[in-house]
Nanobody
């Protein structure tokens, strides 16, 4: 089970840090991905981190602004979001995959999501 938190309302140019907390002793064996879904749009991949933390990758539109990290001792993956833009407004979800370097379609075990709203 995954639980996201940290969403909220922020002005453009601001920052937010999301957390994804997993339950169970096998959390460290899963890659964690972040996804988002804006109102009226399809869910899109944001980025992911391998279970080792050695492989991290992002969609182009957030590369350089967002940073994913993980602390397996706390069963937590973080999404640090900087220089936020109104187009980043969405519900953000985390999901898990047992693959070493998963594709977006390889993720499951979705959390309930946390709302991020960026005002202009």
């Amino acid at each position: 089970q995954l639980v996201e938190s940290g969403g909220g309302l922020v002005q453009a140019g601001g920052s937010l840090k999301l957390s994804c907390v997993g339950s169970g002793r096998t959390f460290k064996d899963y890659a964690i991905g972040w996804f988002r879904q804006a109102a009226g749009k399809e869910r899109e991949f944001v980025g992911a981190i391998s279970y080792t933390g050695e492989s991290i990758y992002y969609r182009d539109s957030v590369n350089g602004r967002f940073m994913i990290s993980r602390d397996n001792a706390k069963n937590t993956v973080y999404l640090q979001m900087n220089s936020l833009k109104p187009e980043d407004t969405a519900v953000y979800y985390c999901a898990a995959s047992p693959e070493l370097v998963p594709r977006p379609a390889d993720f499951g075990f979705w959390g309930q999501g946390t709302q991020v709203t960026v005002s202009s």
